[in-house]
Structures are given as structure tokens and as C-alpha cells.
């Protein structure tokens, strides 16, 4: 072995039984290799013997595992966390980062702290007691002018009130006068208040402006170091693969949709395992990344279990690096259903509703695999419109509604947004619920972090409702009904999976559980108002679970 490999292990275990994969890990969809479990097991005791990092393991952290062969043929593996740990990146049983943005005398810390300062100031001034006394006497000053001015017309208004029964009396002139003279005079007094009190708050308003202009102008000074800073940070990742090719973070985010990395990128453990083999002449053989601690609030994250690498922050970075490696394919582009025929359930001259196959996109994607849709086209040419009414995930099996003109298309959606449309799936959960009916409500939000995933997000979420019934309890598993009462993506994936939900995933969700040989989620049953007949329609067709 390569004598200055310290971050290189060999396994504790006897490997000779496992044979080595063909083809390298695809990362953003796998199953572990038999050496990546194991390699995984031996970090995780480990780092479940490093009392120094307890506090901060148990609110959670990825891990990752690359097995790897030296020059000399001797295979072992290397490891990472994604981040930094305990405030370091360093640590001698993990490789180091691509970049240490920590490192005491550098660049980062010095401007970082020059932002805190910044920071620093921005709450002096929102903490000013000049400041503070400025918006309460604004405040207090717009409340007494909006009571007084209310009080100016309503004495006005009663003041032409009797002005006009007067009137009405048929009075001199000299009388007419003198109610015109104290119209006037009336009028003229509200204008000299409403003029009193906007001197007195627009005196208010400039000096609380000073204040904030000295903001706004510290948060430009911070904007502009934080855009600078990142920007230098980013120049000193530069990402090796396989054929030995160096590209920056900025080039390698030129072509997606942000066009900048975002912040973290380059620092979670897949890239720094890759670099750190390429960097030392070793040769990447199977990778995975495991989740360890407690779940985040917002995403769903199990202990102990293995998940893909993020596709924002990782996939135009992974991308670049496997470059030079034989890869598995993409295990979603495998067209399985391509000889598959989709059963009709339903079927008149206005719509009909199919059986959609676990594996099968409702729509086309962007792999080139076949679609329900462009079954339909080719089944229905002389249809119109979308045709698709709404969508399950590729995972998901089940009744969908096929439009066949724009306008039943149209009206169908409708009843859709407007819940007019009842539905129901049937489940099997991995684990056992505790109640045995209720209702979740969770409000949901796309993850940007890592499509397609969806996360939990109380601020920003829209509203999503489950109600549930267990149908049936078994040893592991629990048979249960799900009547959603809002079509959010993902909705019963996360509700079932969610720690505040019924914490026990769908059986064989990869995204938000563990893999099987195929997610148990079948939507079985629809009922709605024919657009056409008005008459009630009832759709059903059984799971096969």
C-alpha cells in the first residue's frame, strides 16, 4: 500500500467472498454494494465510539463511504461527512475537504468576520434607543393624527348638517353668509391640522430615515462582501476526475438553472471522497452515503440509511467528476414497461381512465422512456389537448384520467383544484402506525436542495391534508387506506414518512424510505361528476398487494 494514504482503510473484515462491481456507483439512484454496506458498517462503529461528537451526531449528519483500490491492487475504502464537524473539517479518520474554508489565517475566516461586524452594526441600529423611540413616537403620532382627522370630518360632516336645516329655514342673507364664512373657516382648520400633523411626523420620519439609510447602506456592504466572498471560495474548489481534468465550481454551474453554485456545494462527502482518491492514485470502485442521527424538521432523513447524492448542490460536480469512470446507467431510464400494455379501466366518447404501472411516468420526462401520454397520443390520435388530467409519480401504480378533448380536459382540472373529485389509495407502510384512523396535515414545499424531493415547511408550504384508515396490521407492515383531501406532490409519500407524520414510509420508497422491489402505493378509486353526462362516475381497480 501507497505509504502516505492516512486516510486509506483497509477492511477489518474478511472481503475475499465479495466480488468487486463492474461499473461504478450511479449516484443519484443505487443500491448499495455488499462493500459499500460494509465499509459503512465499520465507519459507523466508529463514529458511534466518538463520544467528542455525540451532541452533534445526534442532530444528524451524512456520511459517506468510497471503496477504493491502490496502485498495488489492495482493497480498502475511504470515507467523509458532508459539511464540517465538531467545527472542523479535519479529522484523521475522514478525508480532508477539497477546500478548508475553516482554516485560521485564511481568507474566509478573516472576511467572515469582517460580515459578523457588519452584522454586528445592523443589530446595534435596530437596537438603537434613539432609534426605537423614533418608531414608537411614529407610531403613536400616526395613530393620534388617524383618530383626530376622523374627528375633523365627523365634525364637518355634522357641522353641513345643520348648516343645510338651517338652510332649509329659508335664512337672510347675512345669515347665508356667515354659515359660508364657517364652512370655509371649517375646512380651511382641517387642512392647517392635517399640515400640523404631517410637519410633525415627516420631522419624525427624517431622522428615523438616517438610521435607515446607515442600514440599508451596511446591508449593501454586506451583500457585495458575501457575493465577493463566495465567489473566492468558489475559485478554490478544483474538481479532478477520473482522466485527471481539472474544472472549477463556477464552470461546472455555468449551464444549470441557477448559474452559480450554491453555497455548500463542493463541501457534502461524495466530492471530497472523489477528489481525495484522485489526488493519491486511487482507483473509485462502489460508493454510498449514509444518513446518521436524528431527522431534520423539514426533510426526512433515517437513521442508519443510505440515500443518493443531492442534485443540486452534487450533480453538476458528480457529473464532472465520474468522467473517466465506467458507470451504472441511470436505473430510472431503463424503459421496463416498453412492451407493457396499459389496461383501460373506464372508456366513453368523452374520457376514459387507465391502469398506470408502478415504474411508468404519467408524462414524458426528461429520460427518454415511454409515457402514458404517448401511449395515449398513439392510441387516441384524433384526441385534443393535454389529455393527461392529472399526474402520479413513476413509482406510483393506479387510475388516471385521460381527457379527450381540450375542453373535458379543461372542465376535469377544474373539479380537480376545486376537490370535487374524491380519491383513494391503498398502501403498505413499513412499520406499524399507532392509531388506527386521523388526519395529517403538513404543509409541503419542493425541496431546492434536492429535487425531486418535497419537505415540510410550516412558513412556506402549501397546505396539504391526509386522512387515513388502517385497513390491516401485520408483523413489520400496516395495510392502510388514504382519502387526500389536497393533491400535493409527494403528499402521502411525506405524510407517511415525516416524524410528525405517521413516521413509518410507504414500503419500497426510495426518496423517503427503504428500496423494495417496488413502492406499495396504488390509487385505486375515483368519483366525480361526468362533465359531459352529469351522472356520478365510480372508477375502481384493485391493487395487486
Known amino acids: 500500500m501507497q505509504p502516505s494514504l492516512q486516510h486509506f482503510h483497509a477492511f477489518r473484515h474478511d472481503i475475499s467472498g465479495i466480488s468487486l462491481p463492474e461499473r461504478f456507483t450511479?449516484?443519484?439512484?443505487?443500491?448499495?454494494?455488499?462493500?459499500?454496506?460494509?465499509?459503512?458498517?465499520?465507519?459507523?462503529?466508529?463514529?458511534?465510539?466518538?463520544?467528542?461528537?455525540k451532541e452533534e451526531l445526534e442532530r444528524g449528519k451524512m456520511f459517506g463511504v468510497l471503496i477504493v483500490s491502490t496502485t498495488d491492487n489492495q482493497i480498502g475504502y475511504v470515507c467523509a461527512f458532508s459539511g464540517n464537524l465538531e467545527g472542523s473539517n479535519h479529522h484523521a479518520f475522514f478525508v480532508p475537504p477539497v477546500y478548508d474554508l475553516l482554516q485560521p489565517d485564511g481568507f474566509f475566516k478573516e472576511e467572515e468576520s469582517n460580515i459578523s461586524n457588519i452584522n454586528h452594526q445592523i443589530i446595534g441600529i435596530q437596537n438603537d434607543e434613539e432609534y426605537l423611540f423614533l418608531l414608537k413616537e411614529r407610531t403613536t403620532a400616526e395613530t393620534a393624527y388617524k383618530k383626530e382627522l376622523t374627528l375633523g370630518k365627523e365634525r364637518l360632516k355634522t357641522a353641513k348638517e345643520e348648516r343645510e336645516k338651517r338652510r332649509a329655514e329659508n335664512p337672510s342673507e347675512e345669515e347665508i353668509a356667515r354659515m359660508v364664512k364657517e364652512s370655509q373657516f371649517q375646512k380651511a382648520e382641517l387642512k392647517r391640522q392635517e399640515k400640523r400633523w404631517a410637519t410633525l411626523i415627516n420631522d419624525i420620519e427624517e431622522k428615523i430615515c438616517l438610521f435607515e439609510k446607515e442600514m440599508e447602506r451596511l446591508k449593501r456592504e454586506r451583500k457585495k462582501r458575501s457575493a465577493a466572498l463566495q465567489q473566492r471560495l468558489f475559485d478554490q474548489f478544483r474538481m479532478l476526475n477520473a482522466k485527471g481534468e481539472t474544472v472549477g465550481l463556477c464552470s461546472l454551474f455555468e449551464t444549470t438553472p441557477q448559474h452559480t453554485p450554491p453555497a455548500g456545494a463542493g463541501e457534502c462527502a461524495a466530492p471530497k471522497m472523489l477528489q481525495y482518491a484522485y489526488q493519491h492514485k486511487l482507483r473509485p470502485i462502489a460508493m454510498a452515503e449514509f444518513w446518521w442521527g436524528s431527522s431534520p424538521k423539514a426533510e426526512i432523513r433515517r437513521h442508519g440509511q443510505f440515500y443518493p447524492a443531492c442534485k443540486s448542490k452534487c450533480e453538476p460536480i458528480l457529473n464532472h467528476m465520474l468522467v473517466g469512470l465506467p458507470v451504472d446507467e441511470n436505473p430510472l431510464a431503463v424503459d421496463h414497461h416498453k412492451d407493457t400494455e396499459i389496461e383501460i379501466v373506464y372508456e366513453d366518447e368523452w374520457l376514459l381512465a387507465v391502469d398506470k404501472p408502478a415504474g411508468m411516468l404519467s408524462v414524458p420526462g426528461k429520460l427518454d422512456i415511454d409515457s402514458v401520454y404517448d401511449r395515449m397520443k398513439k392510441q387516441f390520435p384524433e384526441a385534443t389537448g393535454p389529455l393527461i388530467v392529472h399526474r402520479l409519480d413513476m413509482a406510483t401504480s393506479g387510475l388516471l384520467l385521460i381527457a379527450k378533448s381540450k375542453e373535458i380536459h379543461k372542465i376535469l382540472q377544474s373539479l380537480f383544484k376545486n376537490r370535487k373529485i374524491k380519491k383513494r389509495y391503498i398502501a403498505i407502510l413499513d412499520g406499524s402506525v399507532k392509531s388506527n384512523n386521523g388526519t395529517i396535515c403538513?404543509?409541503?414545499?419542493?425541496?431546492?436542495?434536492?429535487?425531486?424531493?418535497?419537505?415540510?415547511?410550516?412558513?412556506?408550504?402549501?397546505?396539504?391534508?391526509?386522512?387515513?384508515?388502517?385497513?390491516?396490521?401485520?408483523?413489520?407492515?400496516t395495510r392502510i387506506l388514504f382519502l387526500p383531501q389536497t393533491g400535493r406532490t409527494h403528499q402521502l409519500r411525506v405524510h407517511?414518512?415525516?416524524?410528525?407524520?405517521?413516521?413509518?414510509?410507504?414500503?419500497?420508497?426510495?426518496?423517503?424510505?427503504?428500496?423494495?422491489?417496488?413502492l406499495y402505493l396504488h390509487a385505486e378509486y375515483l368519483e366525480f361528476q361526468h362533465p359531459k353526462t352529469g351522472k356520478i362516475i365510480k372508477i375502481e381497480k384493485k391493487s395487486d398487494f
Open 442 to 477: 403538513l404543509p409541503l414545499c419542493a425541496d431546492i436542495n434536492d429535487r425531486p424531493r418535497q419537505m415540510v415547511n410550516l412558513e412556506y408550504g402549501k397546505a396539504a391534508v391526509t386522512e387515513y384508515q388502517v385497513l390491516e396490521r401485520m408483523k413489520d407492515t
Open 496 to 518: 407517511t414518512s415525516h416524524p410528525s407524520g405517521l413516521n413509518c414510509p410507504i414500503l419500497g420508497d426510495e426518496l423517503y424510505g427503504k428500496k423494495a422491489d417496488r
Open 26 to 53: 450511479y449516484p443519484f439512484h443505487y443500491t448499495p454494494h455488499p462493500l459499500c454496506l460494509l465499509a459503512a458498517q465499520e465507519v459507523q462503529e466508529y463514529i458511534a465510539g466518538q463520544n467528542q461528537w
